[in-house]
């Protein structure tokens, strides 16, 4: 194996008020949870949970006929099995899904997006497909997850159809609740929002009458083996099961469903292996900066700072991403201002654009371009402030306009922007990040031999604590 030079320390941060550090020998294996797609408990499961029992309930079968089901929602069949489970689809269906979910998790939130609307549309609209969903907080990760979990809960029990109009706002509002110290207001309008009845549901948050069922579903989830989520549990009506874990892309899901339609098992996977090599932009003499280029690293990565910080901090990022753009007009300007301007922490921009974002990429290389002239940064803040203008079809005579805007040569940039040697540095950016990072922004925190990994934009004050306290340990 490959010692590795980045963190030997890195922390899942996922909320202002918990911090999970996790020490391993290699990055690329403490890294494996982010390519797998999964909010992990640490420690794994609870072996002493009463396994056969559990794990019996949890695939527990129900009897409800399709045309006895009195709601539907999106024109899929919504209800709860006899054990109050909620589940959408037909309830006979030969094929049940039964999905462990934190709504405060990030992953989760990403299968609710990208790939939840294809399953239904798939195999749950032509009734071959149940889906139940299961509660699985993992509160040591998620401290505000519990109470979103019991605020559906209560909202479910006015009605199913309620329910999943509930369970979907609590994913599409993630980010404005996930960081509260009281997410509690939120969960209130939000349960006006879809319906409920408000007195009804504040008595029932307020009695905790939610909360045993909710104990059983993480038991059962540990009975089966899950310590992280989104996982996923299939039980055909010939017997079969299958079990997946993390946020897997759409192909992994149809192999393993049509296979079990069909009477098979699901062909195993290798599960991905890690890194076997640290990218150069990686390493120390990579993250340095170029003394030919003092606005870049010996990568070739933009850069600001100080060349001699004790701190550096690589920011993966998507121009069109509404987080990156929220942390950079939200957080960024206090952190320049307290520890790149002092000297204190080097800052260094690598490209991530996301897939569902498909003018990313032609922004990336807008930047790049302008840093070619010494602008990458103010280029940078262009992009982020003007993203409604250039989110269309043909971006580039916006690009054009900024660059014109921060006095760059218009001819030199035209002629970058389609060079496609600049499409290459931000394709290999986002081909080498991939082993490290799962979604944007991305921060790594490096100092030395130690770092954290920060997934997601963070309030100013628990960015600011983050780096205060690396600082501390670096001079202490």
């Known amino acids: 194996m490959t010692h590795a030079p980045l963190p030997t320390h890195v922390s899942l941060h996922t909320g202002h008020r918990t911090s999970i550090r996790v020490r391993v020998a290699l990055v690329a294996l403490a890294l494996a949870a982010l390519l797998l797609g999964a909010c992990a408990l640490p420690g794994g499961a609870d072996e002493s949970a009463p396994a056969a029992e559990a794990a019996a309930a949890a695939v527990a079968p129900t009897a409800v006929a399709w045309g006895e089901t009195a709601e539907s929602l999106n024109g899929l069949p919504v209800g709860f099995t006899d054990e109050g489970w909620p589940f959408r689809g037909n309830p006979l269906a030969p094929l049940t899904m039964y999905e462990y979910s934190d709504f405060q998790c990030p992953f989760c939130s990403r299968h609710f ?6 399953i ?32 559906a809960a209560c909202v479910g029990q006015q009605g199913a159809a309620l329910y999943w109009n509930m ?3 609590l994913f599409e509002s993630q ?17 006006e929002e879809v319906g409920a009845d408000s007195t009804d549901w504040q008595s029932c948050v307020q009695s905790d009458a939610t909360l045993p069922a909710l104990q059983q579903a993480i038991d059962a989830a540990a009975a089966l083996g899950f310590d992280g989520t989104p ?33 098979e098992a699901p062909a195993e996977e290798e599960a991905a292996s890690a890194p076997s090599e640290i990218p150069f932009w990686a390493t120390i003499e990579g993250m340095a900066v170029d003394p030919d280029n003092p606005g870049q690293t010996m990568a070739g990565d933009a850069t600001r700072g100080s060349a001699d910080a004790p701190v550096v901090v690589i920011e993966f990022s998507d121009f069109q991403c509404p987080y990156c753009r929220r942390h950079h007009e939200g957080t960024q300007a206090t952190l320049n201002e307290k520890f790149v301007e002092t000297g ?12 569902f974002h498909p003018q990313a990429p032609a922004a990336g290389v807008a930047a790049e371009c302008a840093g070619l002239q010494g602008k990458f940064w103010e280029m940078g803040d ?7 203008d250039w989110s269309v079809a043909d971006p580039d005579p916006v690009f054009t306009e900024l660059a014109t805007g921060l006095g760059l040569d218009a001819e030199s940039f035209a002629a970058c922007m389609v060079d496609p040697d600049m499409m290459a540095i931000v394709e290999a950016d986002m081909a080498s990040g991939a082993a490290y990072v799962q979604g944007t922004p991305t921060f790594i925190i490096r100092a030395g031999n130690r770092g954290q990994i920060i997934p997601g934009a ?5 960015f600011v604590e983050q780096l205060n306290s690396v600082l501390a340990e670096v001079e202490g």
Do not use: M
Request: proline content about 8%; hydrophobic content about 45%.
């Open 458 to 462: 963070l309030p100013e004050a628990t």
């Open 175 to 191: 980010a404005e609740w996930s960081n509260l110290a009281d997410p509690q207001p939120v969960f209130a309008r939000l349960a």
């Open 167 to 169: 369970h979907n706002k």
């Open 231 to 263: 996982s996923f549990h299939f039980v055909a009506s010939d017997g079969l099961e299958y079990s997946l874990v993390g946020a897997q892309p759409f192909a992994r899901f149809e192999a393993a469903i049509e296979a079990l339609l069909a009477g």
């Open 382 to 388: 262009q992009l982020f402030a003007s993203v409604d």
């Open 113 to 118: 997006v990208q790939t939840e609307p294809a």
């Open 120 to 151: 239904n549309e798939q195999w749950v609209q032509d009734g071959r497909l149940r889906v139940i969903f299961r509660d699985l907080p993992l509160e040591g990760l998620h401290p505000n997850a519990p109470a979103a979990h019991e605020a």
């Open 344 to 355: 204190q922490v080097r800052w260094v921009f690598k490209h991530f654009p996301l897939s």
